[in-house]
């Protein structure tokens, strides 16, 4: 049996590892799940998974969450320590997957407590990526990429030693904008923005993927996972999330991963890694498919990527700051506070009106320099709304 924790249990992200779970009930034993504010689904997914401890990370959720357990001899807990309580459990793989910079330090406490983690959060390299990678390796836990492109590039990359390496490409499907001009842009609605033509997702990432933010957050999630330099990383928009990651290595061969778009697929490969665990994933019709297509990004209509890449070149603070903006001027956009490129200008603005030091060093210095970016973009979004 292998025992696994989920940190943003009653996510997308959690409920599709539980329909993995599903498939192999005998195989593995749950440890501990980590919901944020919903006591009731989050009980509801401990009793079908059967945990052995639920934590909320809202403490006004406790009571509830308690009783909606009782009697199941499942333990619960409320608040931010109950979190890391979780997260430390002792067990063989943590899934990391609670959105934003709030994973950030389950999932530290989490490195130590797992032989592994399953990391879906990028936010966390994004944000701390120099510190999370330096701390996995000195207490020996091995990070499996659990988003798409990256656990293609994974595989792809067992194919040759590292230094084989030329460059490392990932796919973007494009959004819900990909042929929409930058004047009807201008004025696209959340319902809109929140339509992802190929992937179910969680409200943040579906808003990142209709700005081509989230690829520019996978370049720097890239660039720590596998230890490449921002020179040898690019991204091109594939329509139709077939192919999810490519490898070029320096005697001209590509390596590629390809799987129908399935979030399943990649779960399944790093809960079982490095056996293969069955799972009645769509197949691939090649003949079916009968063409893929290709594109460069348009950085004209998508700013958010170019910030992105931009702030990994700078290094040091930058990508925590663009991180923090980004998620507020998300929030910002999901409440109709700010236009669709309003997200773009307050990471702009938010960017030009800081200075950037080193590199965060450690949580509590990723999450103070993410307070302070926080403010600085809240400041911005008063002055665009
Ligand atoms: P989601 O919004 O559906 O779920 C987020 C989870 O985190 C929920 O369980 C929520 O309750 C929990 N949570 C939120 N705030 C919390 C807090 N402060 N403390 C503890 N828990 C909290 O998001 P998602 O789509 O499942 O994405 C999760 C992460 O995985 C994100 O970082 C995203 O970028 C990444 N990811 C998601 C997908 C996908 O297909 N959904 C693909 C690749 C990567
Ligand atoms: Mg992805």
Known sequence: MTRLSVLGATGSIGQSVAKVLAEHPEMYQVEALVGGRNAQALARMARQLGARFAALADPAGGPALAQALEGTGIASGAGPEAVLDAARR????????????????PSVAALGAGRRMALANKECLVAAGDFFMAEAAQVGTEILPMDSEHNAIFQ???????????????????????????AEMEHVTRADALKHPNWSMGAKITIDSATLMNKGLELIEAHHLFAVPAAQLDAVVHPES?????????????????????MCVPIAHCLAYPERLSFPARRMNLVQLGKLTFEAVDEGRFPAFA?????????????????????????????????????????????????????????EEALSLDMEARHVAAECALALS
């Open 242 to 262: 077939v192919v999810h990651g490519l490898v070029s290595f320096v005697d001209g061969s590509v390596v590629a991963g390809m799987a129908l778009p399935d």
């Open 90 to 105: 002792e067990t063989d793989v943590v899934v990391s997957a609670i959105v934003g910079v709030a994973g950030l330090a």
């Open 307 to 363: 910030l992105a890449r931009a702030a990994m070149a700078t290094g040091g603070g930058a990508p925590t700051i663009l991180n923090a903006a980004n998620e507020v001027a998300v929030g910002a956009f999901l409440e109709g506070r700010i236009g669709f490129y309003g997200i773009s200008d307050m990471v702009a603005r938010t960017l030009e009106k800081m200075a950037v030091g080193p590199a965060p060093s450690s949580v």
């Open 156 to 182: 792809a990359l067992s194919a040759a030693p590292a230094r084989a390496v030329e460059c490392i490409t990932l796919t973007a499907s494009g959004g819900p904008f990909r042929k929409t001009s930058r």
